[in-house]
């Protein structure tokens, strides 16, 4: 199997700037590097019911527009595919079943969930779809065997807590689900962009977001009301470009060209910083020079987003194709997760305990129950290479000869025995008829 993707956003408004270099800019690179089979793409519109659960419309609203700046930064449909959660119902059940690999303490340990339960002020009254959203995440991602989830550095708590389940899972059914591997941005200055206003994190709830949609003037007022070094007071004063919002959005986004379009006097980032923590440049130049920076690369995002607006029936088109392949292999994942659990042999220990060194009296039941055969069996060995019951160092009490075989189909509960005449009998479901109901007592 190739290498698959799969990361997505929550549809609770536009995107802004902060998932543009955190990941979607990446995305596009990886879409078009041609190194993966698979690349997913998910509008997460399930997981931002847990804290919207009260206004489902604006997330409803929102799906679109998340497929719309998708679209508009880069995401191909041709290369990638494009889906809507809440309509992938297998991602819901295999949610569910994940739970019981989980405990409440470890969820409630999890850094992003409890920084989150903060900033929207939960405290005690956390909805519980909210608090197992790492369940649902881990869902996500094991449905489709993705190995790579492009993330920003905030989510690096959630995937780990995905990778404790999918190891739960593998330790206990055998190696079946994919340990996935977060992939952060290259630059350390796209991991967590803050927002304008100098808070540790952009966020829409806040406002402090420039979004990819915004108009150029819109773009200019919150570049130039942004937050920077407090100490700098007078364009003389010494300035801090660490911590200082302003230089941190030219880490993410300046190159080197851009001065000799809009600050000739510099030749790269380095200078203009070292002019800064000297003292003699001011803030408003420095904004002002961002301010071009983030026009000329959001120019282009929002000109092609307007494009796809005139048309959202192909947009909407886009995700019902993308939604039916992802439906297919969340499917497929779900079912082969299924058939394991239920094949999962009891463990030996239980099973034999009470026959090791005695003898068990069962009762075969022949095809289409024609007749009931006593046997006598030390016990059972689960073949795991054929998916069924052995029981082992039998005797036929009829005809008094030995057991060749005894085997019982552990997904049907039905099988075959065979003695030293090769007479073909149906057993039913042995290890339960025979062991725990058929009097089963050892007999040395």
């Not at 990638?80 to 405990?103: A, D, K, P, R």
């Not at 206003?197 to 966020?203: C, I, L, R, Y």
């Not at 039913?428 to 025979?434: C, E, T």
Request: glycine share 8%; with cysteine.
């Amino acid at each position: 199997m190739g290498k698959i993707i799969l990361t997505g956003d929550r549809p609770t408004g536009r995107l802004h700037v902060g998932h543009y270099v955190g990941s979607l800019r990446n995305r596009v690179i990886l879409q078009n590097s041609g190194k993966f089979e698979k690349l997913f793409f998910m509008i997460a519109d399930a997981q931002a019911l847990t804290d919207n659960f009260d206004n489902p419309g604006k997330v409803r609203e929102n799906i679109l527009q998340v497929a719309l700046d998708y679209m508009a930064c880069g995401l191909d449909p041709a290369k990638c595919h494009m889906f809507i959660q809440s309509v992938v119902c297998e991602l819901t059940e295999l949610t569910f079943y994940y739970m019981n690999l989980v405990t409440l303490a470890r969820l409630e340990r999890n850094p992003t969930v409890k920084a989150e339960i903060q900033l929207r002020g939960f405290n005690h009254s956390i909805p519980m779809g909210f608090l197992t959203y790492p369940v649902s995440q881990t869902a996500d991602i094991t449905a489709f065997m993705a190995d790579t989830v492009p993330v920003g550095e905030d989510q690096l708590p959630m995937i780990e807590q995905a990778r404790e389940i999918v190891r739960r899972f593998n330790e206990l059914y055998g190696e079946t689900l994919v340990e996935p591997a977060a992939l952060l941005p290259d630059n350390a200055a796209c991991l967590r962009l803050p927002g304008t206003d100098g808070k540790a994190k952009m966020s829409k709830s806040l406002g402090n977001c420039i979004y990819l949609a915004d108009e150029p003037e819109d773009i200019r007022t919150k570049v130039m009301g942004m937050f920077t070094d407090p100490n700098h007071l007078q364009v003389s004063d010494p300035g801090q470009t660490e911590g200082n919002p302003v230089f941190m959005y030219l880490d993410a986004f300046c190159r080197d060209e851009f001065f000799a379009r809009y600050l000739p006097d510099y030749a790269n980032l380095d200078e203009l910083k070292a002019h800064y923590q000297r003292g003699g440049l001011g803030d408003v130049k420095v904004k002002k020079f961002l301010n071009n920076v983030l026009q000329e690369t959001l120019e282009p995002i929002r000109t092609r987003r307007k494009e796809l607006e005139k048309d959202p029936g192909y947009v909407m088109d886009v995700l019902r194709q993308g939604t039916e392949v992802a439906q297919a292999a969340a499917a497929e994942t779900l079912a082969e997760g299924i058939n394991i659990v239920e094949k999962k042999p009891t463990p030996p220990d239980t099973v034999f305990s009470k026959a090791l060194g005695g003898w068990y009296d069962i009762v075969v039941v022949m095809y289409h129950d024609q007749g009931h055969i006593p046997l006598k069996v030390k016990g059972f060995v689960y073949n795991k290479a054929e998916g069924h019951w052995d029981a082992v160092a039998g005797v036929n009490v009829t005809l008094g000869l030995p057991i060749i075989r005894a085997s019982v189909d552990h997904g049907t509960g039905f099988g075959h025995a065979g003695d030293g005449h090769a007479n073909e009998l149906s057993l039913v479901n042995a290890m339960d008829y025979g062991i725990r109901m058929a009097n089963a007592k050892a007999q040395k």
